[in-house]
């Protein structure tokens, strides 16, 4: 008999742990009698009862796992570390909110047992904030331009992974993983499935913007050199511009040196200009520079405090 493992992240989850539990457990009761599995809560230190939660679960559920990090290490690291740690001939990834259905990891298996090493699942459609998903397609759209692999348009995780690829992923010596950027460059070849996104059913979200802008900076300094070249260019555009203002404005101010003033206008905007310019890029230049610190350092994805059914 097979194993499917599931592992599903948590931070701060007090209302969706039992959820996400009871969900995913039908699934394999009702549908995928045939196979064993086993659910894997990995929590990011949430600050809630989402631990309490799980450990209840954990206490009356052999067949529920359940990690809980010394500390939170990010969403992207707790995610990834959590897959390598599944023991499943696949492994299901999908996230305590529920915006997933659960009902597509059928499909998943169905197509995995037909030989695909990955199924993904894709979002045609979002009943989220309309906004966000907006500028989410945006990003997709402006990173898929850039970046020098193949970048997986609305896809979050969600999907299924072969124990081959989770394999892959366990030798990787990479301390800031980027899942969407690995499975598009280093994944088997994959089959993908389209879903209408829901809406969270209980809490609030826990990505805020400056967590949204870190996993998107980390896509970008991962797999795309083309914002830095960009930046060369036009830091070479504006330097050729700036030297043929310099000597046209010296050759008229020496032909007409009484009638022609050089002005604080002129010098202003120009050194606004460039100034802006210089600004921008030496913060994308930054984020390039953290990304290669970080893993230079070569620090480990997280540092575990307990684990529980192991």
Same mark, same amino acid.
């Given at each position: 008999?097979?194993?499917?493992?599931?592992?599903?992240?948590?931070?701060?989850?007090?209302?969706?742990?039992?959820?996400?539990?009871?969900?995913?457990?039908?699934?394999?009761?009702?549908?995928?009698?045939?196979?064993?599995?086993?659910?894997?809560? $990995?929590? +990011?230190?949430?600050?809630?009862?989402?631990?309490?939660?799980?450990?209840?679960?954990?206490?009356?559920?052999?067949?529920?796992?359940?990690?809980?990090?010394?500390?939170?290490?990010?969403?992207?690291?707790?995610?990834?570390?959590?897959?390598?740690?599944?023991?499943?001939?696949?492994?299901?990834?999908?996230?305590?909110?529920?915006?997933?259905?659960?009902?597509?990891?059928?499909?998943?298996?169905?197509?995995?047992?037909?030989?695909?090493? $990955?199924?993904?699942?894709?979002?045609?459609?979002?009943?989220?904030?309309?906004?966000?998903?907006?500028?989410?397609?945006?990003?997709?759209?402006?990173?898929?331009?850039?970046?020098?692999?193949?970048?997986?348009?609305?896809?979050?995780?969600?999907?299924?992974?072969?124990?081959?690829?989770?394999?892959?992923?366990?030798?990787?010596?990479?301390?800031?993983?980027?899942?969407?950027?690995?499975?598009?460059?280093?994944?088997?070849?994959?089959?993908?499935?389209?879903?209408?996104?829901?809406?969270?059913?209980?809490?609030?979200? +826990?990505?805020?913007?400056?967590?949204?802008?870190?996993?998107?900076?980390?896509?970008?300094?991962?797999?795309?050199?083309?914002?830095?070249?960009i930046a060369t260019i036009l830091g070479s555009i504006a330097s050729v511009i700036s030297l043929l203002v310099a000597l046209v404005t010296i050759v008229l101010k020496v032909i007409y040196w009484d009638k022609y003033p050089v002005g604080t206008a002129? $010098?202003?905007?120009?050194?606004?200009? $460039?100034?802006s310019i210089q600004l921008f890029f030496i913060g994308l230049l930054g984020e390039y520079i953290l990304n290669i610190n970080t893993r230079v350092m070569k620090r480990p994805l997280v540092i575990e405090e307990k684990r529980i059914n192991f």
């Amino acid at each position: 008999m097979k194993t499917i493992s599931v592992v599903i992240p948590t931070f701060n989850e007090e209302d969706n742990v039992n959820l996400a539990y009871k969900k995913v457990k039908k699934v394999f009761l009702e549908q995928l009698q045939e196979y064993r599995y086993e659910i894997i809560f $990995i929590d +990011n230190c949430s600050k809630d009862s989402t631990r309490e939660i799980i450990n209840k679960i954990c206490s009356v559920d052999i067949d529920v796992k359940a990690i809980f990090n010394a500390k939170n290490f990010g969403f992207s690291k707790s995610t990834f570390y959590g897959l390598t740690q599944s023991t499943g001939d696949a492994t299901i990834l999908i996230f305590a909110d529920m915006q997933d259905p659960p009902q597509l990891i059928c499909d998943f298996v169905r197509e995995w047992e037909n030989g695909r090493k $990955i199924v993904i699942g894709i979002k045609n459609k979002s009943k989220e904030n309309k906004i966000m998903y907006f500028i989410r397609s945006c990003y997709y759209k402006m990173i898929a331009k850039i970046a020098e692999v193949e970048h997986i348009n609305q896809f979050t995780g969600f999907g299924l992974y072969d124990k081959k690829f989770i394999e892959v992923l366990s030798k990787l010596d990479d301390p800031m993983p980027y899942l969407r950027g690995i499975v598009g460059e280093l994944g088997y070849e994959r089959r993908e499935i389209f879903y209408e996104q829901q809406k969270r059913e209980y809490g609030k979200s +826990n990505f805020s913007f400056f967590k949204l802008y870190d996993v998107a900076m980390l896509g970008i300094t991962s797999y795309s050199k083309v914002v830095m070249r960009i930046a060369t260019i036009l830091g070479s555009i504006a330097s050729v511009i700036s030297l043929l203002v310099a000597l046209v404005t010296i050759v008229l101010k020496v032909i007409y040196w009484d009638k022609y003033p050089v002005g604080t206008a002129a $010098i202003l905007t120009g050194i606004f200009l $460039i100034g802006s310019i210089q600004l921008f890029f030496i913060g994308l230049l930054g984020e390039y520079i953290l990304n290669i610190n970080t893993r230079v350092m070569k620090r480990p994805l997280v540092i575990e405090e307990k684990r529980i059914n192991f």
